[in-house]
């Protein structure tokens, strides 16, 4: 009787230890898969909007020339990803050929997708008073704005694109 009990409880062990060993490989292919995203390219923190010498809101039209999508789908965190566009109209206050976008949870399997692409969106500058989670937990950004603040959508407006 005890060697038919040992015998069941090696074969529970081994079954639980194989079973357990194919969870613990998902669990490390799925976070080197998450790691490469922030690997891949520097990181960059959002520029928020400090000073009074950029228009609050603003509507622009433009061509997407760049985007750094989050990596993972939003509910695993909460997170952006960032867009560059290349400025078609003249915005009154705004100095600059090109603007930068947070977009909350834009996360695309294929970036390439966007580029080249004419876009349109209802836009408000980035503050510190804005506390929402997509730019202050897990935010994806290559882009250096050298000082110009991130604009985010207005209402949680989404690319129009062309």
């Known amino acids: 009787m005890f060697k ?12 639980s230890c194989l ?9 490390v292919n799925d976070t080197l898969r998450k790691r490469r995203a922030y690997v891949e390219y520097p990181s ?21 020339v760049d985007v750094t999508p989050l990596g993972y ?22 100095d600059h050929d090109t603007l930068f976008v947070a977009m909350p949870c834009f996360s695309c399997p294929d970036p390439s997708y966007y580029l080249n692409k ?11 008073q804005n506390k929402e989670c997509y730019w202050n937990q897990i935010s994806q950004n ?6 110009i603040p991130f604009y985010i959508p207005e209402d949680h407006e989404t690319l129009r694109l062309k």
């Open 4 to 15: 038919k009990f040992g015998f069941l409880i090696g074969l529970i062990v081994v079954t």
């Open 19 to 27: 079973f357990a060993k194919e969870s613990f490989c998902n669990q």
């Open 44 to 64: 960059y923190p959002l520029t928020k909007y400090t000073s009074g010498s950029y228009p609050l809101k603003m509507e622009i039209e433009g061509v997407i």
């Open 73 to 94: 789908t939003c509910g695993v965190v909460c997170g952006c990803g960032t867009v560059k566009i290349a400025l078609t109209n003249k915005i009154k206050g705004y």
């Open 118 to 128: 004419r876009a349109r969106i209802k836009l408000k500058v980035l503050t510190p």
């Open 142 to 147: 290559r882009f250096d704005s050298h000082g």
